[in-house]
């Protein structure tokens, strides 16, 4: 990774050095060479890189932004809570970075145990401020090492049986009072503070709610209540600052008038809440291999064929990295027939491992999809050109770490 990321940063340099500064931009870098006369060398500015949606893409100033992705979800499981460990977070982000990843999902509230405490009524007794402290640092992190950060703000595990507050998450989940309270209280405040923070990619409002749904062990809540707490959160968003909006649901069934009823879609957030702000910005929904029995295969579809709208980007935003056997193809050839099928990102996920040799689940084979990417369509994957990759570099890269 050292050579690469030389390699790299030669690049970064030269550009820097030759650049004429921007105008009417932000995000200024330095090389921290210096000139004979022993002054800093000139300082590049890049365009905003905050990402916008238009045409059913992602864009950043104008460009084509494609989710070369995957998942960090979490350390050691509800770290943002006074928990975090700034430098495992500090070298996380620059192997990604260095891999050609260009946005992490990051779960920040893996069952709210300590997060968001509530009442025995499901009400919300406070927000604990460590937690911002803990965001805080992330995102600064973010900034440092250019990377974008999707935070999941809630998923199927805080109504898990497991969790000792699940029965409040399910009061809370049911009642339009406390969801309001819970849109405004806390993910209000998380826009005001991070809203429009340049590597805030975009909101994921609950993780696999299709489970708080199905599962007895998880409620089974009824879809207009959890419909009903999205479209407040998003609506919120929406008010608040320019970020989008996602929720990620496990199975296209849910997300999709193929089967039962896209359950996101802004007919069905507006109806349930009356709010026209009620609405997602993109889909990103999971996919495992035990779903092509029943839903079929995304890497060889495009997102209409598989049954998703297409009036909004369309990410794959978990899937296994480890599936060559099940799947027919190798993660390499995922990333690229999902690229060349129309879709606007993949994001591959691991867990954290501390038996192997990489610090993420199967990251070995994770860095050669998206060293491959990075060779194919750098462009969009650094549309601002922040990293200084090139075709040369990246060609070197994805042999050189894959051993081959």
């Known amino acids: 990774m050292k050579k690469k990321m030389m390699s790299r940063l030669s690049a970064l340099a030269l550009t820097v050095i030759i650049a004429v500064t921007a105008t009417g931009c932000s995000n200024a870098v330095t090389s921290g060479e210096q000139t004979n006369s022993g002054e800093a060398s000139q300082a590049i500015e890049f365009p905003n890189a905050k990402v916008s949606i238009s045409d059913g893409k992602f864009n950043v100033d104008g460009k084509e932004l494609w989710i070369n992705g995957a998942n960090t979800p979490w350390q050691n499981w509800n770290d943002f809570s006074g928990n975090m460990d700034e430098e495992f977070w500090d070298k996380t982000f620059e192997e990604l970075v260095s891999d050609g990843i260009n946005c992490t999902r990051i779960w920040i509230n893996c069952n709210g145990e300590n997060v968001v405490r509530l009442k025995s009524t499901g009400a919300i007794k406070g927000i604990n401020e460590q937690h911002w402290n803990d965001l805080d640092k992330l995102f600064a992190l973010a900034e440092k090492h250019r990377i974008y950060i999707m935070p999941t703000l809630l998923s199927f595990d805080h109504f898990k ?18 969801c309001d309270d819970y849109a405004e209280q806390y993910v209000k405040e998380f826009c005001k503070r991070y809203g429009e923070n340049e590597y805030l990619f975009g909101i994921d409002l609950m993780n696999e709610p299709d489970w708080v749904h199905e599962n007895s062990e998880c409620g089974q809540l009824k879809w207009s209540d959890l419909c009903y707490l999205f479209g407040k959160c998003a609506s919120v968003i929406h008010e608040t600052c320019s970020t989008p909006v996602t929720v990620g649901l496990g199975i296209v069934k ?26 997602v910005d993109f889909y990103s929904t999971h996919y495992y291999m035990w779903e092509k029995q029943y839903f079929g295969f995304p890497f060889d579809k495009t997102p209409e064929q598989f049954g998703l709208a ?38 591959v996920w691991m867990e954290p491992r501390t038996d192997e040799e990489y610090t993420w689940y199967r990251y070995d084979l994770t860095k050669v999809a998206t060293n491959a990417m990075l060779k194919l369509i750098p462009e969009k994957i650094d549309p601002l050109g922040v990293h200084g990759y090139s075709t040369s570099d990246t060609s070197e890269s994805g042999a050189e770490e894959s051993g081959n």
């Open 310 to 347: 297409t009036d909004k980007p369309c990410l794959i935003g978990e899937t296994s990295n480890d599936d060559e056997k099940e799947a027919g193809m190798t993660l390499t050839e995922k990333y690229k027939s999902t690229y060349e099928n129309g879709w606007n990102g993949l994001m």
């Open 254 to 279: 849910y997300n999709s008038d193929k089967y039962e009823g896209d359950k996101i879609s802004d007919e069905n957030l507006k109806k349930v809440t009356g709010d026209d702000n009620a609405y």
């Open 161 to 178: 049986n497991t969790n000792s507050s699940a029965e409040k998450w399910r009061k809370l989940a049911t009642s339009k009072e406390k």
